[in-house]
């Protein structure tokens, strides 16, 4: 079964600090990767995704990943993070030759950005 | 932007009791699913729904659980007897596509179900 790892659990900067969340996949055929992220008492919103071209995919809020897929990973980064993006970041996998597949989520990185 | 809309927000139950989670769909998606968060675990899938049926289910959605779209505006997740381990934030989520082409999941705000 396809499964996703995000290595930290917990993320704690200060603000201005660059960020990078790790995300790595196990599936070796083809895959659509997203990031979604949840702020405090809010729903999951996308982030930004990956389908194919190229690796470095720019999303919202200054955000962006990197496809590796030797490394089979999908980190996402941000060179200066600020307060507002105190939230749960989650990682997810869709393979795309194996059907109507649903979305496989990491267990997600919580991100504490402080003054 | 259009919203996946859930109620109720916040549902406390007693063990063994039945619960039904509401859902109101982007109005032009035709895809349907239900995910769902046990606290400090990763979101999962339940099932996703289309044209009326059920289009793939996890391990986790056995026979306690059941969908329906009783009408055209909802997606309902009925849960027959509570468990404890069902306590967890439950997630709907819309798309206009399924599959490969399914570029992006409209998430709802979730129900946070509280089994006591």
């Known amino acids: 079964a396809q499964s996703v790892s995000q290595h930290n659990h917990h993320v704690i900067l200060s603000e201005a600090a660059s960020l990078e969340l790790g995300c790595n996949y196990s599936y070796g055929g083809t895959v659509n990767l997203f990031w979604y992220v949840q702020y405090p008492g809010q729903h999951l919103q996308l982030l930004l995704k990956y389908f194919s071209g190229d690796p470095l995919v720019k999303g919202i809020k200054g955000f962006e990943a990197e496809f590796i897929k030797s490394k089979f990973s999908f980190n996402l980064r941000k060179p200066s993070v600020q307060w507002s993006d105190t939230a749960e970041y989650f990682c997810a996998v869709n393979p795309v030759d194996s059907g109507n597949t649903p979305l496989v989520f990491g267990k997600g990185t919580r991100l504490s950005v402080i003054a | 932007e259009p919203e996946v809309t859930q109620t109720p927000s916040h549902q406390v139950t007693q063990m063994g009791q039945e619960v039904i989670l509401r859902c109101v769909p982007i109005?032009?998606?035709?895809?349907f699913y239900w995910y769902r968060q046990i606290l400090g675990q990763k979101v999962e899938f339940l099932v996703s729904?289309?044209?009326?049926?059920?289009?793939?289910k996890s391990e986790i959605f056995d026979d306690q659980f059941s969908v329906e779209r009783p009408d055209g505006s909802n997606f309902t997740l009925k849960i027959r007897s509570t468990k404890l381990e069902d306590s967890a934030m439950y997630f709907c989520?819309?798309?206009?596509?399924?599959?490969?082409?399914?570029?992006?999941?409209?998430f709802g705000s979730g129900t946070q179900l509280s089994v006591l």
């Open positions: 989520a819309s798309s206009d596509r399924g599959g490969w082409q399914n570029e992006k999941l409209f």
């Open positions: 109005s032009n998606h035709l895809y």
């Open positions: 729904f289309y044209n009326n049926e059920i289009s793939e």
